[in-house]
């Protein structure tokens, strides 16, 4: 656009009842980490409000998936 001018003002602001917005690569970073996880033979699942999603259905499809993998490693 070719604006070169300082800007008068700015400012910031925080949401204190929003859900936190991954940053860029976050995605690859949490598939890198299950298959890190997976290379434990196992025995250590990923679950949490930081992987796939911090809403509340995210946590839950998070925990279940976390603890049926440890299920089907244990029997």
Known sequence: ????????SS??????????????GHPARVARLHELAAELD????????GL???GLPACIVSGRKAAD???DVTG
Do not use: D
């Open 69 to 71: 993998q440890l299920l």
């Open 11 to 24: 400012f910031a602001w925080q949401m204190r009842r929003a859900l936190p917005m991954s940053v860029v």
């Open 1 to 8: 656009m070719g604006i070169s001018a300082v800007p008068l």
């Open 52 to 54: 796939e999603g911090s």
């Open 42 to 49: 196992g025995s250590v699942a990923l679950a949490g409000a």
